[in-house]
């Protein structure tokens, strides 16, 4: 779709866009991959490969992909060139700050593809998101000690969200300097 786009729109594509392609379904042959994953922008590239597998021999792969996530700035996908990320090795400190930092529109998609959370909160919080009576701002806070604690030790994330709101919402000296 992209290409199509593209080129129906004047909209220069260039020869490495379409070999890179044909390098990663190469990739696919020489491995003889049974599954390949990727995000939903990979799917040319991915389907490429059952293509290449096929004129090769080789049994074509399955793909499964996966929806991208917003990053930070609320408008391209989460990338650590774009510095638009939160790093799963990052500190407690820095995940829920910079979870704090997401624009609202895009708590409820960080739940749903960042977490565990059960589907009847996601129902929750994406109602409460609608209603207009919940501050957003709670449901970052809840967001930012779950994917803390995801990655960091039990209670990491209570403790990020203590520190955040001292500093944050009481103005006080940062326990860390």
Known sequence: ???TIRFKGGIPISVHELLYPLMQAYDSVAIRSDIE????EQKFNLL?????????GVPAQCILTLPLLTGLDGSNKMSKSLGNYIGIEESPKEIFGKTMSIPDNLIHEY????????????AEIKSA?????????????ELGEIL?????????????R????????????????
């Open 162 to 177: 203590e520190e955040f709101e001292r500093v944050f919402s009481q103005k006080q000296i940062p326990t860390d300097m």
């Open 48 to 56: 490429a490969g059952r293509t290449i597998q096929e004129a090769y």
């Open 129 to 141: 998101l609608g209603d207009g009576k919940t501050n957003p701002m709670l449901l970052k806070k």
């Open 1 to 3: 779709d992209d290409f």
């Open 111 to 122: 739940f749903l593809l960042a977490t565990e959370v059960p589907s009847a909160r996601l």
């Open 148 to 160: 803390v604690e995801m990655y960091h030790t039990a209670g990491s994330g209570k403790a990020a």
């Open 37 to 40: 994953i990727g995000g939903t």
